[in-house]
């Protein structure tokens, strides 16, 4: 990794703390002067429009939520638990770490058209690669007939992301998960498939804290 994608790594890290706990994409180039000290010209020269900061912190949630997935594929070999478990952690990573839904943005074809080519294209091959994970994952289950099952559950899975900073949900509360994958496997026309148990989900969350105070550690 070169010294400039390094820094620009650096500089979407520091957004996305900054970010913590909004609701709202608040944050502005300028803002990031002060939180990363570095300067405007250096920063400017990164993101050479609003547009292209917000696209480049959705590209790095993309990216991430692809590596997770193609980790996830060699932990669970039954596709069904691999996309369930999935977005699980994702809602987990969100409740925990009070992360800034960029649902709540992208895609976005208006604000990617205001974004640098370089940044636009970045976050169109992600999100593609992303799409096609997750159609995958839901073709292996067992494609259904009669309703697009892949828009029913994005849209279901992006409001509930949305929805997640309500102040109530905790993200270490099994029943959290245990709904959430109950209707999930109802919008994917699978309720004959038995969800993970309530005790699997105690056990992964468990196991997730571990391996946050190893981390931390």
Same mark, same amino acid.
């Given at each position: 990794m070169s010294s400039w994608e390094q820094r620009e790594a650096y500089l979407? %890290?520091? @957004?996305?703390?900054?970010?913590?706990? =909004?609701q709202s994409f608040d944050l502005c180039r300028s803002h990031l002067v002060a939180a990363s000290q570095i300067s405007k010209g250096t920063i400017y020269n990164h993101f050479t429009t609003e547009a292209d900061l917000v696209v480049a912190v959705a590209c790095? /949630?993309?990216?991430?939520?692809?590596? @997770?997935?193609?980790?996830?594929? /060699? /932990? !669970?070999t039954d596709p069904f638990e691999c996309y369930l478990f999935h977005h699980c952690q994702r809602? =987990?990573?969100?409740?925990?770490?009070?992360? *800034?839904? +960029? %649902?709540?943005?992208?895609?976005?074809?208006?604000?990617?058209?205001?974004? &640098? %080519?370089? !940044? $636009?294209? $970045? *976050?169109n091959e992600l999100l593609a690669q992303y799409c096609q994970w997750n159609q995958g994952m839901i073709s292996a289950v067992g494609d259904r007939p009669g309703f697009d099952r892949d828009e029913l559950l994005r849209n279901y899975i992006r409001g509930t992301m949305i929805n997640s900073d309500d102040g109530i949900k905790q993200?270490?509360?099994?029943? +959290?998960? !245990?709904? *959430?994958? !109950? @209707?999930? &496997? /109802?919008?994917?026309? =699978? &309720?004959d498939k038995r969800i993970p148990t309530k005790q699997k989900f105690a056990n992964w969350l468990s196991l997730l804290h571990t391996q946050t105070a190893i981390s931390a550690a």
């Open positions: 979407v %890290e520091v @957004a996305q703390r900054c970010l913590r706990g =909004h790095s /949630q993309y990216q991430d939520w692809l590596t @997770a997935a193609k980790s996830e594929q /060699q /932990q !669970y809602l =987990h990573d969100v409740l925990a770490q009070k992360r *800034f839904v +960029i %649902e709540r943005m992208m895609p976005n074809q208006e604000l990617l058209q205001q974004a &640098s %080519e370089v !940044y $636009r294209d $970045r *976050f993200c270490d509360d099994v029943q +959290i998960y !245990y709904q *959430f994958s !109950y @209707a999930l &496997s /109802q919008l994917m026309g =699978h &309720s």
